[in-house]
C-alpha cells in the first residue's frame, strides 16, 4: 500500500520555528502536497513539490527528497492562527491524480 | 465568486434512510472528488471523477454511489448499507497540470 507517515501533534512556540516530517513508501507517488486544516473547517492548500528540493513561499516552506521517501513543512515565526492540523499527501498522477493523506499532525502554538 | 459550495453543512441520517449530500463548483474544473474524514484521522478517498459521466471507486467505496451528470455536479450517496456514516465528507475539485486539489467546507453527517 501507499503508507504515509506523519507525527501525531507538535507543540511550539509563538515565534518560534517547527518542522512537520512526513515519510512514505518511495514508489508510485509524483508528487507531495502540504494543506492546513483548521478544526472543523476544509483543508487550504500550502505547497505543492514535484521535485527534490526546498519551496519557500513566506513563512512556510516545504522540502522533498525523493529517493529518501521524505518531506517536512516549516513554519517559521509561528503565530497563533498557525494553530491547526497539517496534512501530508501524495499524488498519484496514473491514477486519476488521486490524493492519499496522512493522518495529519496537529500543531499547538502556545504564547 | 468562484468557489465549491457543499450543503447541507449538518445531516441527519436515520436508520435504513439513503441521504445525498451536494457538491457544486463554478470553478471550471474536470475533476471532482469525495472524502471521509474520521475525528482525528486524515482524509480517505471514497469516489472521484475526472469527466463527465465517468468515476471510480477510490479506497472506501463500499456502501456509497456518485453520479457526474454535469460538471458543475458531482453529488454523493450516502446509502443504508453504509453502517458507519458518521464523519465530516470533504469535497473537492481540481484542474490543470498541478491538479491542486480545493475543497469545499464539508457536510457533517451524524446518524439519528
Not at chain 1, 507531495?32 to 519557500?56: C, I, K, M, R
Not at chain 1, 517536512?72 to 501530508?88: F, G, N, R, T
Request: aromatic residues 12%; contains cysteine; glycine residues 10%.
Amino acid at each position: 500500500g501507499q503508507n504515509i507517515d506523519q507525527p501525531t501533534e507538535m507543540t511550539a512556540t509563538e515565534g518560534a520555528i517547527v518542522q512537520i516530517n512526513c515519510t512514505y513508501q518511495t514508489s508510485g507517488f509524483n508528487g507531495l502536497f502540504w494543506y492546513q486544516q483548521h478544526a472543523g473547517e476544509a483543508p487550504t492548500f500550502l505547497s505543492y513539490n514535484v521535485l527534490d528540493g526546498l519551496e519557500e513561499k513566506g513563512r512556510f516552506s516545504s522540502f522533498l527528497s525523493r529517493s529518501k521517501g521524505y518531506s517536512y513543512l516549516l513554519l517559521k515565526e509561528l503565530q497563533m492562527k498557525d494553530s491547526a492540523s497539517y496534512l501530508c499527501a501524495g499524488v498519484i498522477k496514473a491514477a486519476g491524480n488521486k490524493l492519499t493523506f496522512g493522518g495529519g499532525t496537529r500543531v499547538l502554538v502556545k504564547p | 465568486d468562484g468557489g465549491i459550495t457543499q450543503s447541507p453543512k449538518y445531516l441527519f441520517r436515520k436508520e435504513g434512510q439513503n441521504v445525498t449530500l451536494s457538491c457544486e463548483q463554478n470553478l471550471n474544473h474536470d475533476a471532482m472528488y469525495w472524502y471521509r474524514q474520521d475525528p482525528g484521522q486524515g482524509l480517505r478517498l471514497i469516489y472521484y471523477s475526472q469527466i463527465v459521466n465517468d468515476f471510480q471507486k477510490g479506497d472506501i467505496a463500499e456502501g456509497y454511489s456518485v453520479s457526474r451528470e454535469k460538471k458543475e455536479s458531482f453529488p454523493l450517496t450516502v446509502t443504508s448499507a453504509q453502517k458507519n456514516p458518521t464523519a465530516f465528507y470533504l469535497c473537492a475539485s481540481s484542474t490543470g497540470d498541478k491538479n491542486i486539489q480545493y475543497f469545499g467546507a464539508g457536510t457533517r453527517l451524524s446518524v439519528l
